[in-house]
Each structure stands twice: as C-alpha cells, then as structure tokens.
C-alpha cells in the first residue's frame, strides 16, 4: 500500500541530493521515518489557558496532565501506550534534535503522583542538559492501537511551537489540534497560526473546548467555521466539552459523552490512524513535494530573473553596449571636429584679410593726410623709413593676431576629444616669422619732377612777356612807347606769377604721384601678406588636420578594439547565461513534474487538505 507514495518520497529525496540541499534532504528522510511508524502522533498545540490538558486527559479518560489555577506545562508531554502506568523526563543531549540521530537519551524516572511537578519541569530535569520532555505511559486500548498524544507547552506565537524541544515540533505530528476556548471567537493569533501550520501540515483540526461553560457556543463555533473559511484555513472545527467527557467516563453516562462531542474528534483520530499509510501518507507526501519543490525552484527562478536583469545592465552585455556608444560617439566627434576646424579656418582667413586691409588702410590714410602739405622732394626719405616701419608693424601684429587664432583654433577642435582624456593638442605651435621684415616688397622711389632753374626762367619769361605786350600796347594808345617802366614792371609782376603757379602745379603733381606709387606699393604689400597669411592658415589647417585624423584613427582602432573584445567576451558569457538558463529550466520542468507526480497522490482520494501550485 505504501509504494506508490513512497517511491514518490524517494524521488524527492533524490531530487534534494541532486539540488545539494542536505537539509531538505534530511526532513525528507524524517519524514519518510515519520511515515512509515505505524504510530499517529497528534500534536495538541494552542494559547495558554485554552483547555489543552485537560483536552488531552478528556481523550485517554485518565487525568495524566495537571490542570487547575497555577498549574502551567513548561515540558512538552507525550501521553503513549504502556502495559503499566509510568512517567519518566526525558532528556535529549543539545547535539541531537532528530528522531534518526541515533543519540542516546536519558530518562529521569518520576512516580505517577509527581507528574505535576514534572511537567511544571521543578522535578527530574538536569540543568544544562538541553531539551527535555515528559512521557507518560498508559494502557490505554486508543492508545494501543497507535494514538501518540503530545500536549505542548502554551504559546502565542508558531515559532514558539516545540520551543527547545524537537519532541513538540509540528514537522514530526501526524496531526495537529488546535486547541480555542468558546468564551471567544478565534484571535488574530490563532488564525496566523492556523494558515502557517496548514501550509506545512496536511491534518489540522480546530478544537474548540469548554462548550459546556457558553451556552452560545454554536454561535461561537459558526462564526469560527466562517473565519476559518474567510481565512482560508482547510480545518475542520469540532466543539467539545472535556468537562462532560470525563464527568460521563465516571458515571458512564452516553448520552453525556454524545452531548460532550468527543465522540466525533476520537471518530476523526481513529480515521486518521486508520489512513495514516494510505490516505495521510498520500497528503503528507504532496504538501512535502509542495514544500520541497518551493525552496527548490526559488532560488533558480531567482536566478534565472536576475540572469534575464542582468543580460540588459551588468556584465560583458553591458560593457558591448558601453562600447558600442563609443564607436557612435566617436562617429560624432569625427564629425564635429572637422566642422569645428573648417568653421573656425573659414572665419580665421575672413578676419585675419580684414585686419590687414583695415591696417593698411589706415596707413594710406596717414599718407594721404600727410602729402596733402608736404612736398615729396623735401620729405621723402623721412617718409620711406616711417612707411617701411608701419608696414613692418602692421605685418608683424597681423601674424601675432593669426598666431593666436591658430592657438585658438587648435584648442576649439581639440575641446572635442576631452572625453577621452587625451591631450589633444599637436605638438607644434605657430610662430612669427623672424624674416618677415625681409618679405615686404622694397619701395621704389618715384620718378618726382623738380622745377629747375632753366624751367623758372621760361616760364617767367613766358609770364612776363604778356604783361609786357598787354600793358605796352595799351600804353601806346596813351602816346607812350611800348616799352617803358609801367610795362616792364607789369611783364615782372606777371613773370613771377606764372612761376608760382607752375610751382604748384608741380607740387600738386608730386603729392599725386607719390600717392599714387604708394598707394601701389601698399595694394602689392597686402596682396603678398595676405597670401602668405593665406599659405599659413592653409598649412595650419593641413597640419590640424592630419594630427586630428591620425588622433581618430587611434582612437577608433583603441575602441573597435575594445567593441570586438567586449563583443567576444557578451557572446561567450551569453552562450554561458544560454546554458545555464537551459538547465535551470530543466531542473524547473523536471521539478513541475515531481509536483505534479506528487499531487496525483491525492487526485483520486480525499485529501484531509486542499493542496495548491507552488509559487
């Protein structure tokens, strides 16, 4: 009967070895231990005060556990069959807490009439020797037939359930009983407890006591019946009086022990002894699966959730997305510092053409300012070395203007690789050149007409002869001779003029002329400087041009480098995430159909609980 599920059993215990869980491993084995005892031990558990001993005492009719006002179970105490009355402390060595661990306990014998004092732990119990509890032996013919009970210490809390000793644990009960007065409907407390013992345990039932002391307790015990539900506890409620059970155990009375309901819970303990190797052991075997199966597969769903988080944000994927930003970024940089370096070589050759025409033309506004009034023959060699200097001046701080804006420019484009850390700027630097005095065009003095003494007397003559004739012939007209002194004065007054008029006449020619040489010579000044100009940006722009190439090129071949290195190492640990993924899937599936294998234990029978997938 017991080799369907117990072949199940085993594939669990398999399954926890191959998981590596050595304790899971051992709770199945306890369990499988558990199981195969013919025994049913039933773990009577609830809050203080509750009527749990009295309850013990109400089934085996024979007042084993102390009850009454200041009488409190500090040792766990387990009532079982014996041919003659006993009772003895049991000591467990601190080591041992498994009923395989093939320890050596040691008893601690206590008359009968001592048992309170025992369970109240003041007698047969050794200081320091760790966990202890009382058995007390009955003949019993319920117990005979296998019923095991253990009366628990009180508590409020489930952890608190079993305390120090492993003898009161829920995982080694067959059943549990949870013990609730009717003077109140089922605490907060309770309810906890419930759904923690139902989600670990197949057989819980709710005893709900002391019925003959609240004449409402069906109401009690019909609210109780919806909270359990509400609550969603599978636990069947079973009111019961230990009072009238023991008072018609005494007279003999069955009507008494029909009205005290016990019939019904011993009814229900016979049916679970009876199925323990069946029924219980087929539910027992699926809630463990379910158990198993959970803390199994947590933590490979756990891992295969944070595998599938950290595919997108940690690790060589992320270190191949990193790198393939900086491939785009390059890509965007390549771009913007050659716009940089056209945009700021285009304005460099407008600006540095304007300053030099703005320059020169000051210095032709000088000249002309200057040769309105002064005669090139007189000033002339003045007026070369001061024009010469303003020529060296005005070229001089136009290329320290041209310096600076190569400088300039070479900084704008190099802003644009300061993500990389690299120091960006070419190793050379644009200077004045030291020759550049010897680069202007030499001044040609132009060819300036000088009045010569012969040219004054000409034109003297010419002057004066037609004041002679002009004023001589009027003069005949008065009777006088052509020439006289009137006349002759006339012909010197008008010689004169004539010579100061051509003077500056010829004056006004020379200041034209030279303007005119000058202006020449300043235009070829600027065409050759602003060539020269024009080469230096050009050859600047050449020069940040190719150090700016050959800085991308590294720079690309350092980060495709790194791509292809990240790019490896995301495929070899994706193929290493594919695989592992694959086997905790496996281990998955292979779980799902253990859960499943054990849950058709109780498909065709009727399971003492309501057993759900593991989440």
């Given at each position: ?373 002064a005669d090139p023959l007189v000033a002339w060699d003045t007026f070369q070395e001061w024009l010469e200097r303003s020529l060296v001046e005005a070229a001089e701080a136009n290329h320290e203007w041209l310096v600076q804006r190569c400088d300039w420019a070479a900084r704008r484009v190099a802003a644009n690789f300061a993500r ?196």
């Open positions: 009967m017991a080799g369907i599920w117990l072949d199940v059993l085993d594939e669990i215990a398999r399954t926890c070895r191959e998981h590596g869980r050595g304790d899971l491993l051992q709770a199945v084995r306890d369990k499988r231990v558990q199981l195969l005892d013919p025994t049913l031990r039933v773990l009577v558990v609830g809050e203080p005060n509750q009527g749990k001993s009295q309850l013990v005492n109400a089934i085996v009719n024979a007042p084993v556990c102390p009850v009454g006002d200041g009488l409190t179970t500090v040792l766990p105490t387990v009532v079982r069959h014996d041919e003659v009355a006993s009772a003895a402390v049991v000591h467990t060595p601190p080591a041992a807490g498994r009923p395989t661990a093939g320890v050596t306990v040691e008893r601690t014998a206590v008359p009968v009439d001592r048992i309170a004092a025992a369970v109240a732990g003041t007698l047969g119990r050794r200081p320091g020797g760790g966990p202890a509890h009382v058995e007390i032996g009955l003949p019993r013919a319920l117990l005979g037939a296998g019923l095991v009970l253990v009366d628990t210490t009180g508590s409020d809390e489930v952890a608190a359930i079993g305390g120090g000793a492993p003898i009161a644990a829920v995982s080694r009960a067959d059943a549990v009983l949870l013990v609730s007065d009717s003077t109140r409907e089922l605490s907060v407390a309770e309810i906890n407890m419930l759904l923690h013992v139902t989600r670990s345990h197949p057989n819980v039932v709710v005893v709900q006591t002391k019925t003959d002391l609240v004449p409402g307790w069906r109401v009690v015990a019909e609210r109780n019946r919806r909270h359990l539900a509400e609550a969603g506890v599978p636990a069947a409620l079973i009111p019961v009086s230990s009072a009238l059970r023991l008072r018609a155990a005494v007279t003999d009375d069955r009507e008494l022990n029909a009205e005290s309901g016990f019939p019904v819970l011993i009814a229900r303990l016979q049916r679970d002894l009876a199925g323990k190797a069946d029924t219980l052991a087929r539910a027992s075997v699926a809630l463990t699966a379910r158990t198993v199966v959970e803390q199994l597969a947590a933590p490979l769903r756990a891992e295969l959730e944070s595998q599938e988080e950290e595919e997108q944000q940690s690790g060589p994927i992320s270190q191949l997305h990193a790198a393939q930003r900086e491939v785009d970024e390059l890509r965007r940089c390549s771009t913007r510092w050659q716009n940089t370096l056209n945009d700021e070589m285009a304005d460099l050759l407008s600006d540095i053409e304007y300053d030099l025409r703005d320059r020169t033309r000051q210095i032709l506004r000088m000249v002309d300012e200057a040769f309105d009034t990389y850390g690299y120091d960006a700027l070419p190793p050379w630097s644009v200077t004045v050149p030291e020759d550049l005095d010897n680069r202007l065009p030499e001044i040609e003095r132009p060819n300036i007409d000088r009045f010569t003494a012969s040219q004054k007397v000409i034109t003297g003559m010419k002057g004066s002869y037609g004041g002679l004739l002009m004023f001589g012939l009027a003069l005949t007209l008065a009777g006088m001779p052509m020439i006289n002194p009137v006349s002759i004065g006339a012909g010197a007054l008008f010689g004169g003029k004539s010579i100061r008029d051509e003077s500056r006449q010829m004056l006004r020619r020379r200041q034209s002329t030279v303007k005119t040489a000058i202006q020449r010579h300043v235009d070829d000044f600027f065409v050759r400087m602003n060539k020269d100009c024009r080469d230096t940006v050009r050859q600047v722009q050449r020069m940040l041009r190719d150090h700016f190439t050959a800085l991308t090129e590294e720079l690309q071949e350092s980060i495709v480098r790194s791509f292809r290195t990240a790019k490896q190492a995301a495929d070899t640990d994706a193929a290493v995430r594919d695989q592992r993924q694959r086997e905790i899937r496996l281990k998955m599936t292979r779980l799902a159909a253990l859960y499943d294998q054990a849950q058709q234990l109780t498909a065709a029978r009727s399971a003492p609980a309501r057993l759900g997938p593991p989440t």
